[in-house]
């Protein structure tokens, strides 16, 4: 009989990770995705100087992922891309949860009710991870494509998800990681971010006050699941010359009613 002490997915034999146990190989192969995916198209030669391996190296891993349909060449230009597969298996992250499904309609609703950008976020190792947005149509505006990471202490979707957190927890994830600095108004210090995070709780929304970005503004409130337990944040992002003080309390609390009606539907109380 199986123990149930035993983690599934794991040999028996397994004791944890050792020293050396990685696949050279599929190591280079995830780096060479991780790296087409945060960009446009990358030459060979590129690609092997930002991973610093050979040419041949990188076009056998290049082939190989080609063949699989995990990369693909724009020939005209010889440029490298994400391919469809791996796409369609980046959306099965997506597929274990319907909080986006769930969201859609409230965040194209917030878009045309304040003229600013939605975007859906979730904690992963220590970032924000954006998985949705629905843009304005302004020519100015914020711009965080699925996929991208943003840091948790200098965002709004990052400061509503750390509002969840109790005083111990949020000691605890940072007590070996400084607070980065980003612009003048970054939050910095520990201390600081708390009484941040007790604004945020009282007034239901987080506010980031071109902490990350020097003329960008975000409101951001979490989204709840049935155990109510922060599983994402809900934001408008605009720059500081439309989202003023007054319009940051205003849709701030649009963002709160629409973080709320999202956490409804997942079966929070």
């Given at each position: 009989m199986e123990s149930g002490n035993?983690?599934?997915g794991r040999p028996k034999s397994f004791a944890g990770p050792k020293p050396g146990g990685n696949i050279q190989a599929l190591?280079?192969?995830?780096?060479?995705?991780?790296?087409?995916?945060?960009?446009?198209g990358m030459t060979l030669s590129e690609l092997a100087a930002q991973l610093n391996q050979s040419a041949a190296t990188m076009y056998r891993v290049l082939t190989t992922l080609e063949r699989r349909?995990?990369?693909?060449?724009?020939?005209?230009?010889?440029?490298?891309?994400?391919?469809?597969?791996?796409?369609?298996?980046?959306?099965?992250?997506?597929?274990?949860?319907?909080?986006?499904?769930?969201?859609?309609?409230?965040?194209?609703?917030?878009?045309?009710?304040?003229?600013?950008?939605?975007?859906?976020?979730?904690?992963?190792?220590?970032?924000?991870?954006?998985?949705?947005?629905?843009?304005?149509?302004?020519?100015?505006?914020?711009?965080?494509?699925?996929?991208t990471l943003s840091p948790l202490h200098a965002s709004g979707i990052g400061k509503a998800l750390l509002s969840a957190y109790e005083d111990t927890e949020l000691d605890r994830l940072f007590r070996n990681r400084p607070l980065e600095r980003f612009t003048d108004k970054t939050i910095v210090s520990l201390a600081e971010l708390h009484e941040n995070?007790?604004?945020?709780?009282?007034?239901?929304?987080?506010?980031?006050?071109?902490?990350?970005?020097?003329?960008?503004?975000?409101?951001?409130?979490?989204?709840?699941?049935?155990?109510?337990?922060?599983?994402?944040?809900?934001?408008?992002?605009?720059?500081?010359?439309?989202?003023?003080?007054?319009?940051?309390?205003?849709?701030?609390n649009l963002v709160r009613e629409g973080a709320s009606e999202v956490s409804r539907s997942l079966g929070a109380a």
């Open positions: 035993r983690r599934r190591d280079r192969a995830l780096d060479v995705l991780t790296a087409l995916a945060g960009g446009g349909a995990f990369v693909e060449m724009s020939a005209d230009r010889q440029e490298w891309y994400v391919g469809a597969e791996a796409y369609r298996l980046g959306s099965a992250f997506l597929r274990r949860t319907n909080v986006m499904e769930r969201s859609r309609p409230i965040m194209r609703r917030l878009m045309q009710e304040t003229g600013e950008t939605s975007n859906l976020g979730v904690e992963r190792a220590g970032n924000v991870l954006f998985i949705s947005q629905v843009e304005t149509h302004e020519s100015i505006r914020a711009f965080f494509p699925p996929g995070l007790r604004q945020a709780r009282q007034q239901g929304f987080a506010f980031d006050d071109e902490e990350r970005k020097t003329g960008m503004r975000c409101v951001a409130s979490p989204v709840l699941n049935n155990h109510g337990e922060a599983v994402a944040g809900l934001s408008i992002s605009g720059p500081t010359h439309r989202l003023t003080d007054e319009h940051v309390v205003k849709f701030g």
